[in-house]
């Protein structure tokens, strides 16, 4: 089957920098989209960013000009590099990968998630 394993999350001062990466596992055949997304209690998950296959971005307006998405197509890993780190930028964070796998003799499309790793950013 198909994992994503995420690393990076921590604690840091506000004005610092992190730096998160998110690398699928299985029989991958190919990746699509890739993506960051942050959760905090009480609210819904919303979207950091995204990526795709040929590097098109697209980032939340709250992390413009401050965090950075990019992929390693070779080793199916995503990366969330993030600077100038506020505290309402304290969350969970989720990698997701819509992608196609093989498995049961057969090709598959599927929309995963990470298993989410905390970022906290204190004042």
């Known amino acids: 089957q198909v994992q994503l394993v995420e690393s990076g999350g921590g604690l840091v001062q506000a004005g610092g920098s992190l730096r998160l990466s998110c690398a699928a596992f299985?029989?991958?055949?190919?990746?699509?989209?890739m993506g960051w997304y942050r959760q905090t209690p009480g609210k819904q998950r919303g979207l950091v960013a995204t990526i795709t296959s040929g590097g098109s971005t697209n980032y939340a307006d709250s992390v413009k000009g401050r965090f950075t998405i990019a992929r390693d197509n070779a080793k199916n890993t995503v990366y969330l590099q993030m600077s100038s780190l506020k505290p309402e930028d304290t969350a969970v964070y989720y990698c997701?990968?819509?992608?196609?796998?093989?498995?049961?003799?057969?090709?598959?499309?599927?929309?995963?998630w990470g298993q989410g790793t905390q970022v906290t950013v204190s004042s």
């Open positions: 299985g029989s991958i055949s190919g990746i699509n989209t």
């Open positions: 997701n990968a819509d992608l196609i796998y093989f498995g049961g003799s057969a090709y598959h499309r599927g929309d995963y």
